[in-house]
């Protein structure tokens, strides 16, 4: 059966295929092909949501992507809820299941409605300055209230299950737009042989000849000739279609973004297809075809449900067989609301009368309105709508005053007229021109590689259009590189042209007016609140636009910017280009998070890596901390064990007996070439050139700005070839850091550097029985303390594969750092594993490397350092060389302020109670009395409980820190101050011999 | 996403590919331990930071890896040209007046 607004005979659509669905928990019929507006409207359904400030009823503006108003919720399952989908754009499918929003209890009876009564209070700016004060009132009473009565949908519960995909893609011609101006261009463009996208957001191409009824192009209906004009580009190799899909931003040097809706209008997608596809397109030329978005006209009510565009309901009846009403009055500034009216005629609907607010307009489509018995009243305006969930009457008078008449209507049909679409030109940051003569911003000064064609360059008229458009493709494609094509301009035999309208508010709501007639509906601004704006001082039109949020909704002002503008600048008694238009962003349209995102979610967001020994660790149950991109071992706790015991054991049993670590993160360069030698000296602080091969330094690397930048042991290979080790972090700044004075400062120097960070794995053995684990697996490397001495390195072979094997310790005790190719790395890990048990070795983590290394004083870069630490400030003078004469650094070493009394510096802290461990970043006083805010002295920058010691231990910078030694200081906590000792920062071994114990 | 020509490579690669390294055309003094406060003020610190017209080096550090320097409007994003390291700053740009 019907639904009861379905007209047979009118429309495209077969009524064969229906679809069932749910509004608001109340089933429908629709049809194959309806969109989710088209089945509501043939249900007769006009009432589907509240405004956002005043909860007013609404219904449908328009039937695109425009719409301000039928905002849906459209729930799929508990984690598919999309909130805020316009239900002109959503498409139709079996079992759809959509709510309204904003609402309660219910869409006709909401509580939230008592705003629209006490909007004196509402009015513009009224976020700014209602909520202000006091303070406290925001985050506990205005926020969430605000957000509890002003919500636009609600969020799903879980996670979004679909996926996203993404292309790139490259073309000669990108055609933006398929209505008769898009497919011209497109049409010219292919026939040259160059690659061609076009692209167009709707289900179907043709864009206005979804409803001009009266164009014929090539002896066609025009929409029929859009249907075939895409069936042979569709056939063409070097053409891409692409429906549902919006350009959604333009780019630099034409580059695009789109998003195609790939399965939203589909039962169910299943999961071989992605929700949405997001296209980066790359395109030598851009034709922008972008057509024209009809306006409204601004009276009292003109929100009321039932009141429309014109355009929107020939669309609903040309294309979608649905009469908006029966009885239909029109409302316009322009001829093309005539052609909605005989339309409907046309097909059985009742046209109460047409009000045209033009004196004496005169033309064929007046002509034929009149012909088929329309009333029509000139010079006349509507200035109220009655009703309240659904238009109820119009009600005319004089548009200079005088005597009124109130007609019953149950549907009005507006038209002020047509605005180019810019949006896109605009992104390109191209420059929009105002012509005076037809009321409309074009396309002016370009930026980009790009042409705008037909409506959006204020082309009036199907002719000019396609002739403008044809013209444009084929041009574009030849500047691209394309051949001569062969085919023949589209024939125009009969088309509607773009007429005049009017911007700004109409009779009834000019100034002094206190009515509701809206500008925008999305965001409830009214022409009294624009104009309430400008009194305030607003007189730019960014300035209009944030204070009443005109054009701010995620509608961006597509039907109510121009009559913004228009309030405003008549209210400022300024011409409209000299007020401004306002600059247009992306998105055209909204968005989805998940088709930007695309796959990088989850485990795909960020790379991971992994170090050779990652499954062995994973095996012996060690708790993992990401590093970086790194997946570290932290901790490898026994049964039963939590982090604190299995640290403190690892910790005991490394300085008794021996541990083995993972090093493998640690950035690995290697700096070969005749100038090797040459080229350390400058990038480090210590001296090179006279360290023999075969030994190791603790090299500190500065900014040229004399702070730390990186340190890392340093092993000389050979006299032309040095194995550098940076920190895990630092490893590809490093590299740049060495890449860009190699490669613009230092050119003249022959060296080669070479990032191995991942060529080689690094275990190391540490602890006074770690040679003794080592050296039954080792081939050709004397270990002895004679022939090896602390700060060595060989090379030889392990466990029958290659080793670089370092004698270095980040413990302070007896240690070793054996590097084996990576491949080989848990095998090697493996075997001495194995070698360890039979001591009593222990596997340790991160956290255990950290609490070792901070009781020998050794500091971690960018933990202890902050990129305001000097090597002097570390206490590491020791490793600058003085005699050098350069080196990165050395210069800015020497500041005012690097050498100046009273800065920072490194040393350790002792709590006066053992037992509490400070918290690391905690601020540290000189005198806890002092009154708030205290002057603080410097910070804590690590601190552990230290199981060897008994006790806490920290480091801290501190000014002027070594002169206070013994000094209490405190460190001012929200449970109590706590009191600290400032101490050396060497806690265990201060002379340094467990090295060789 | 802007398109930037490497003059290594010679050709033009997405941005992607790229990493700004600062205005070009700053060289190390040789002999910089004696640079007075002021002039390693100058050579370390400050930055024309020009609203138009900026030279500036790049790194194609996803490709070849070099280092390059560029003209860029700063105002339209546009590359005018890129140049190689060590290579003179241009004496007339493309498309400037004569
Ligand atoms: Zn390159």
Redesign the interface.
């Known amino acids: 059966m019907n639904a009861a607004f379905r007209i047979s005979g009118a429309g495209r659509l077969s009524q064969a295929k229906t679809a069932s669905f749910s509004f608001d928990g109340k089933p429908y019929t629709g049809i194959a092909g309806d969109t989710l507006a088209s089945a509501l409207l043939a249900n007769g359904v006009h009432l589907v949501g509240r405004s956002f400030k005043y909860h007013r009823p609404r219904g449908f503006l328009s039937a695109g992507a425009e719409e301000p108003n039928a905002l849906v919720q459209i729930v799929r399952d508990d984690a598919r809820k999309t909130p805020n989908v316009r239900a002109t754009v959503q498409e139709l499918y079996d079992g759809l299941i959509a709510n309204s929003q904003n609402r309660w209890p219910s869409l006709a009876f909401d509580v939230g409605a008592v705003n629209d009564i006490a909007s004196p209070m509402f009015s513009a700016g009224f976020y700014y300055k209602t909520f202000m004060w006091p303070k406290w009132a925001w985050k506990d009473l205005y926020e969430p209230k605000i957000r509890a009565a002003a919500g636009l949908g609600v969020s799903p519960e879980k996670p979004d299950p679909d996926h996203y995909a993404s292309r790139y893609a490259h073309c000669e011609v990108l055609v933006l737009g398929g209505g008769a101006a898009g497919i011209a261009s497109a049409v010219a463009a292919a026939e040259t042989g160059v690659r061609v996208i076009l692209a167009d957001e709707q289900a179907e191409f043709g864009g206005s000849l979804r409803f001009e009824s009266g164009a014929r192009i090539d002896g066609q209906d025009g929409y029929a000739w859009a249907q075939a004009a895409i069936a042979r580009l569709k056939a063409m190799d070097n053409v891409r279609v692409l429906s549902r899909t919006t350009a959604f931003g333009y780019y630099a040097q034409n580059f695009v973004g789109l998003v195609e809706r790939v399965s939203d209008h589909i039962k169910n997608p299943g999961r071989e297809l992605a929700r949405e596809r997001l296209w980066q397109v790359r395109a030598n030329r851009v034709v922008i075809a972008t057509g024209a978005i009809e306006r409204h006209m601004v009276f009292a009510n003109n929100d009321r449900p039932g009141v429309m565009l014109a355009s929107a309901a020939r669309t609903y009846l040309n294309h979608y067989g649905v009469a908006v009403g029966r009885n239909v009055g029109v409302y316009t500034a322009n001829d093309s609301a005539y052609a909605a009216a005989i339309d409907l005629k046309k097909a059985g609907v009742n046209i109460a009368a047409i009000v045209d607010l033009r004196d004496n307009p005169s033309g064929p489509v007046i002509d034929e309105a009149r012909a088929l018995g329309i009333e029509i009243n000139f010079g006349r305006a509507v200035v109220s709508a009655g009703g309240k969930l659904r238009v109820s009457s119009m009600t005319v008078q004089p548009k200079n005053g005088g005597g009124g008449r109130t007609i019953p209507v149950d549907a009005i049909l507006m038209s002020a007229g047509w605005t180019p679409s810019v949006h896109l030109f605009s992104q390109s940051r191209g420059k929009v021109a105002f012509n005076e003569e037809s009321k409309r911003f074009v396309p002016g000064a370009y930026a980009q590689d790009c042409v705008s064609v037909g409506a959006c360059n204020g082309a009036d008229g199907l002719d000019a259009t396609v002739d403008e458009a044809y013209a444009a493709g084929a041009k574009a494609a030849k500047e691209a590189g394309g051949k001569v094509g062969k085919g023949a301009k589209p024939k125009v035999d009969a088309g509607e042209s773009w007429s005049r309208g009017m911007l700004g508010a109409g009779p009834g709501a000019g100034p002094g007016t206190t009515v509701k007639a809206f500008v925008d509906f999305q965001n409830d601004v009214t022409a009294k609140d624009i104009r309430q704006a400008v009194h305030e001082g607003m007189h730019s039109i960014e300035h209009v636009k944030r204070f009443t949020t005109n054009g701010m909704a995620t509608d961006q002002g597509k039907t109510s910017n121009m009559h913004g503008l228009a309030i405003a600048a008549e209210e400022l008694g300024k011409p409209i280009p000299q007020v401004g238009l306002t600059t247009f962003r992306a998105p055209y349209t909204p968005v989805t998070f998940g088709s930007i995102v695309g796959h990088a979610r989850g485990a795909l967001f960020d790379p991971t890596r992994r170090t050779a020994t990652h499954g062995w660790a994973a095996r012996q149950g060690a708790v993992f901390e990401d590093v970086g991109h790194w997946k570290r071992a932290w901790y490898f706790p026994k049964a039963g064990e939590g982090m604190h015991a299995a640290v403190n054991r690892e910790c005991v049993t490394v300085r008794k007996v021996g541990g083995l670590f993972d090093a493998s993160t640690l950035g690995k360069i290697e700096v070969v070439g005749p100038d090797a030698a040459k080229f350390m000296e400058l990038l480090y602080t210590n001296p090179w050139e006279k360290l023999e091969s075969g030994r190791c330094r603790y090299g500190i690397m500065l900014r040229e700005d004399g702070f730390i930048y990186d340190d890392g042991v340093v092993g000389r290979l050979a006299p032309d070839r040095f194995h550098v080790t940076t920190t895990t972090g630092g490893a590809p700044r490093v590299m740049n850091h060495m890449e860009d004075y190699l490669q613009t400062e230092f050119p003249h120097l022959n060296v080669w550097l070479t990032s191995i960070t991942e060529q080689w794995a690094v275990i190391a053995v540490q602890g006074p029985k770690s040679r003794d684990i080592i050296a039954p697996l080792v081939e050709g490397i004397d270990m002895s303390d004679e022939a090896m001495p602390h700060m060595s390195v060989r090379e030889g072979k392990i466990c029958g594969v290659p080793t670089r094997l370092f004698r270095m310790s980040f413990t302070g005790e007896r240690g070793f750092e054996v590097n084996v190719p990576a491949d080989y790395g848990e095998a090697v890990w493996e075997a001495l594993w194995a070698e360890g048990q039979k001591h009593g070795a222990t596997a340790y983590g991160t956290e255990t490397m950290h609490v070792l290394r901070a009781e020998k004083g050794y500091i971690i870069v960018g933990q202890d350092t902050d990129g305001t630490v000097t090597p002097n400030d570390a206490g590491l003078d020791w490793a600058v060389g003085k005699k050098k004469t350069d080196f990165v650094g050395i210069r800015g070493l020497t500041r005012p302020d690097l050498v100046a009394k009273g800065r920072k510096q490194l040393v350790g802290l002792k709590t006066k109670d053992p037992k509490v461990v400070l918290e690391e970043g905690a601020q540290i006083v000189a005198d806890p009395k002092q009154p708030i805010p205290m002057k603080m002295i410097g910070h804590v920058t690590s601190s552990y409980w230290s199981e060897n010691c008994g006790r806490s231990i920290a480091l801290a910078l501190v000014a002027g820190g070594r002169d206070r030694m013994g000094q209490t200081l405190y460190v001012p906590m929200p449970n109590g101050t706590i009191e600290v000792e400032v101490t050396g920062m060497v806690f265990v071994d201060e002379k340094g011999e467990r090295l060789n114990g | 996403?802007?398109?930037i020509r490497c003059p290594y490579c010679e050709e033009e690669r997405p941005e992607l590919e790229f990493?700004n390294?600062g205005e070009a055309h700053i060289?190390?003094p040789t002999?910089?331990?004696a640079?007075s406060?002021d002039d390693?003020e100058k050579f370390?610190f400050i930055r024309a930071n020009p609203k138009g017209v900026i030279y500036e080096?790049w790194?194609h550090?996803h490709g070849c890896?070099?280092?390059f320097n560029a003209v860029r409007d700063t105002v339209?994003?546009?590359f005018v040209m890129t140049y190689k390291?060590?290579e003179p700053k241009p004496a007339k740009l493309p498309g400037a007046p004569k």
Request: glycine share 4%.
């Open positions: 996403m802007l398109l990493r390294a060289a190390r002999n910089i331990a640079e406060d390693f370390f080096r790194r550090i890896a070099r280092f339209t994003d546009k390291a060590g």
